[in-house]
């Protein structure tokens, strides 16, 4: 499935033009991280994807650097583009069910794999709330549906494609076990090559978003934010 904390990794184009552009009152200015055709992402959004995106990593906040912040800042202009494309399009959001099942998975996950501290202590670790993560998994709920309604009608997936994964992925266990067949493992293969296309083309789709938006960035990182979120 696409992470859509693994959407855009790359660099903002421009982004050491930090502060090029100056509002009207300085408070204003300390509050506006980013405008994206005119849409403010604050100060405020960029430290909460910072941090969750270090909580669904499991990284300790104190390890924040200069480039986590960029790359966070980075990403949540992708989701604004994203977020825009989703207002014209007929994708529909995340239901409260989805949500939760959902956040229940997320939290099951999390607590097998890291069961040191509850859920509870977790989070206040973080800096979140179950609305924070349940906010973020909406999101990516919705986007993942708009990435999915905008690639998939266009992917084919052709049966010597399928086969030569079929032969480089799906050998043998070493002690003799057997793998399923070919046709057993079509319908998977298949899902998992056109997951791997929509990647592929999702870059490419992003860069033209913001070839054809006006993004101001207003603010960079200032030390005193660093590793204290």
Known sequence: MIRLAAIRRGAILGLLLFAATFLGASEVLDGIAVAVNGHVILRSDWQDEVRYEFFVAAKPLQGITLEDRKGAL???????????????????????????????????????????LTWSAVLVSYHLTEADIKNHIALELSQLRLVDAHFRPSIQVDAAAIADYYRDHMAPHPAGGQRISLKEATPKIRELLTQEKMNQLLGPWLESLRSQAQIKIFAADSPETQGQQ
């Open 74 to 116: 980075d990403r949540l202009i992708d989701q604004e583009l994203l977020r825009e494309q989703t207002g014209t399009s007929e994708v529909r959001p995340a239901s409260p069910e989805e949500i939760e099942k959902q956040y229940e998975i997320v939290k099951a996950d999390y607590g097998r794999d890291h069961g040191a």
